[in-house]
Each structure stands twice: as structure tokens, then as C-alpha cells.
């Protein structure tokens, strides 16, 4: 569910109008709800409630300061992936001793920042990356936190581009080495073993793959928890959510009315899976970020112009690939409405496109719509997880604002960038 509804014929975000949004802010805008944030983080909390659980919020998905800041606020946890993100999370009021440091290719430098500020746990992804922490903890005479990764070989049934617990992922160790490498780990000085992770792919649907992998990792989890005293057992993230039937799925009718279409809901994954992890006696720690942020999010974008030609009638909008470029590389779909309320009105297929010069730079194609008009604002939906923490200023195009809506106040959480801020920090020589 979501706050985004029509409301007299204007699509508001909580009690504010989008089009109120875009012509104070202007275009492209991302606009964020707090409440649905907040809902989100608080819903998959009290579901697990049975568990001794950490919400760790995936960084990468959205990591504007001031949604990090309303997740620290809830008492939220951190996985991160670089050494950005960690000082974000820091400059956001996040605690840095909350934080699980994933990811396969941690530098030097962002391993000793990691020490410094004493996180939670480094997710070790190989073998080589366990020796050069131990060297780097050594040479700043401390022990680090890990949690060794291990890579299940499920299917996530996910796109390839997120799938990450299959054999041929480049992510963790193979399930049948693992105990080999935490008895290594046990023999290094400088190592301090806390828990044991996995995460298994991204957009997951299904509550199938959960199992599954959870299920494979239990027997290991046990026997290690003796041998190793692990303190946590990290599920990882991957909680999917609606982008086909976004704008409805923001209705509590529609999850009760329509569970062919519904994504897997947190009472059937709390359900499946808190049998499976509480008699670990274990400390679980999840890593959703899609979940908290993603269906919480929107594009705004204005409409350019129509451009029709013998085959194809194209809608041109002012946001392009490089401000939200999951439909370009991985054909995500994200659905589009325009924020004044279409009334009974006959549908036709366009092509909603942006002015990138890509024929990738599409955001829908044969996209069934109600007439439009150059000037028209459109919504991109569930454009909350994956949209800004992606964008380039390819074709050097300034990135766009963002705004997070409180009831009936938006604020604005990132200026627009100018032309004088694309070359800032470049160096003209003579």
C-alpha cells in the first residue's frame, strides 16, 4: 500500500497535489512519501515480532539523506555497499555500529574508514577479501566484524541482472566451502566472527526462493552457531513490489480483491519464514530496500511534446533514461498516470519517450494511455527504489530535484542541479 490517490480529480501524494509539486519545483521531480515510508518500515517490523530482528535498509535503493534520516529515526539498521554510503548514513544520524558492509570489491580505504567507525559486520565475499581485512584490521590493531556470505545456488526467478544467490553470481562463497573459510576465520587474529548472511537477488515475488534458501542454510547455521558462537543471521533483502498496478495497490480493496496480480505480501513472508528462523535462537537481520522505498516514490515529468508518425504516436517528456533508467536496462516497467484524473476517456498506444539520444531512452512503449497534451504532467510510478541512486548526467543533463511530502507539506531534500554545478568539478587545462 501507498499514499498516492486521486483526490478531486488531481493525484496527490498523501494530502499534497502533484501538480502543485511540479510547478513549484519544476520537472523532472522525484516526490517521496513519508508516511508510506514509515508505514512500510513499521508494517514489516511488527510482523516480525516474534523474531529478535534488525531492519537493515538497503542504502543503495534510495539514499537521499533525508530518507535515511526518517529510517534512523524508526530505529533502523543500515546495509551498505561502499564507503559513500556509510558516511551518509553517519551524516544522516544513522548509527554506524548498525551497519552491515556488503558488497564484493571493498577497497583498502573503505575497509579501514569501515574499522574506524566500527560497524556492525563486513559480509566477506571471498576468501581473499577475508585475508586483506585481517591485514588491515592487524595494521590498525583492531579485530574485524564479519559475517561470511554464503551463496545458496536458489533462483531468486528474478531478472538476471538481480539475481545473486545462483552459482554463477559473482556474489558469496558456495555453500559447501563455508565452513572451511569460518574455520580460517576462526585461526586469524584480527578477525571477529559475528553471523553468517546471504541474499539471495532483488524483486522477488514469491515466497518459493525464500524458503528454499532458507531451508538450505539452517543445518549450516546450526552447526556453526556452536562451532563459531554467531551472534546473527543475516536473510538478506529482496521483497518485491507492485509496479503493474501501482496507483490501485495503494488501496487496502485491491490486496483483499486481487491476488493474482498482488505482490508477496508481509504477512506470507513473516508467515513462511519465522517458523524456519526461530529456533536458531539467533538474531535475524533483514536488508530491504525496494520494499521500504520503492512503491513511496514518483516521476513527475512534463510532456514536451506529441509526435505522431504513420506507425507510432510518441510522447515526448522532459525525463530521460538518465533520470530513471531501469526501463532501459532491465525492461522494468513502471506504470504512468497523469496527475489530473482521466474520466471515461478513450485509450490509445504511444510511446513515452525521453529527449536522451537513445532509441533506449523510453520509459513505456505501445503503452495504452487517455489523450494527452504537450504540457501535461505524467506520474512514473513506484519510482521510489532504484530511480535517483541511478541517474547520470548523461548528454549533460542536470540531475533532477527531490521533495518529500509530509501530509500536506512538501520539502525539497535535493536542489536541482544547474549547468555551472555539471562542471564543477572539472579542470579546463591550458
Not at 554510503?85 to 569501515?114: D, H, M, W
Not at 510532456?303 to 525525463?319: C, E, H, N, R, S
Request: charge should be neutral; charged fraction near 25%; hydrophobic fraction near 40%.
Amino acid at each position: 500500500m501507498h499514499s498516492f490517490h486521486y483526490q478531486r480529480a488531481k493525484l496527490t501524494c498523501e494530502s499534497y497535489p502533484l501538480d502543485k509539486a511540479a510547478e513549484r519545483y519544476g520537472t523532472p521531480l522525484y516526490v517521496y512519501s513519508s508516511q508510506t515510508i514509515v508505514d512500510h518500515y513499521q508494517r514489516l517490523d511488527r510482523a516480525l515480532h516474534e523474531l529478535r530482528h534488525e531492519i537493515c535498509y538497503a542504502v543503495k535503493a534510495n539514499s537521499n539523506l533525508s530518507v535515511i534520516r526518517l529510517l534512523a529515526d524508526q530505529g533502523a539498521g543500515f546495509d551498505i555497499v561502499s564507503g559513500g554510503e556509510l558516511y551518509r548514513v553517519i551524516k544522516a544520524g544513522g548509527n554506524p555500529a548498525k551497519c552491515t558492509f556488503a558488497g564484493v570489491g571493498k577497497s583498502r580505504e573503505e575497509i579501514e574508514y569501515a574499522l574506524r567507525c566500527e560497524v556492525l559486520s563486513f559480509n566477506i565475499e571471498s576468501e581473499q577479501e577475508l585475508s586483506a581485512i585481517d591485514e588491515i584490521a592487524k595494521s590498525l590493531n583492531k579485530r574485524a566484524p564479519i559475517a561470511i556470505r554464503v551463496n545458496p545456488d536458489v533462483s531468486a526467478s528474478t531478472h538476471k541482472y538481480i539475481s545473486t544467490g545462483k552459482t554463477e553470481n559473482k556474489f558469496g562463497i558456495a555453500i559447501d566451502h563455508v565452513a572451511e573459510v569460518y574455520n580460517r576465520a576462526q585461526r586469524m587474529s584480527n578477525i571477529r566472527i559475528r553471523g553468517i548472511q546471504m541474499h539471495i537477488g532483488s524483486q522477488i515475488t514469491e515466497i518459493k526462493p525464500f524458503v528454499q534458501a532458507i531451508e538450505k542454510l539452517v543445518p549450516l547455521v546450526r552447526q556453526l552457531r556452536s562451532e563459531c558462537g554467531l551472534e546473527f543471521f543475516s536473510i538478506g533483502g529482496g521483497i518485491g513490489i507492485v509496479y503493474r498496478g501501482s496507483l490501485e495497490s495503494g488501496d487496502k480493496i485491491w490486496w483483499k480483491e486481487d491476488e493474482p496480480r498482488h505482490a508477496l505480501t508481509i504477512q506470507e513472508y513473516a508467515g513462511a519464514t519465522i517458523p524456519l528462523l526461530k529456533s536458531l535462537s539467533l538474531r535475524v537481520l533483514l536488508e530491504p530496500g525496494r520494499f521500504l522505498v520503492g512503491n513511496a516514490g514518483v516521476l513527475l515529468t512534463r510532456v514536451l511534446y506529441v509526435k505522431k508518425t504513420p506507425g507510432k504516436t510518441f510522447l515526448i517528456v522532459d525525463a530521460g533514461m538518465n533520470d530513471l533508467i531501469r526501463p532501459a536496462l532491465y525492461q522494468g516497467y513502471h506504470e504512468i498516470v497523469p496527475v489530473r484524473e482521466p474520466k471515461d476517456q478513450p485509450l490509445s498506444k504511444v510511446d513515452v519517450v525521453g529527449p536522451v539520444c537513445e532509441s533506449g531512452d523510453f520509459f513505456a512503449l505501445d503503452r495504452d494511455l487517455p489523450p494527452i497534451a504537450p504540457g501535461d504532467i505524467l506520474a512514473l510510478m513506484s519510482a521510489g527504489a532504484y530511480g535517483f541512486t541511478m541517474a547520470s548526467n548523461y548528454n549533460s543533463r542536470p540531475l533532477a530535484a527531490e521533495v518529500l511530502v509530509a501530509g500536506t507539506e512538501a520539502k525539497i531534500i535535493r536542489r536541482r542541479q544547474t549547468y555551472a554545478d555539471l562542471i564543477q568539478q572539472e579542470i579546463t587545462l591550458d
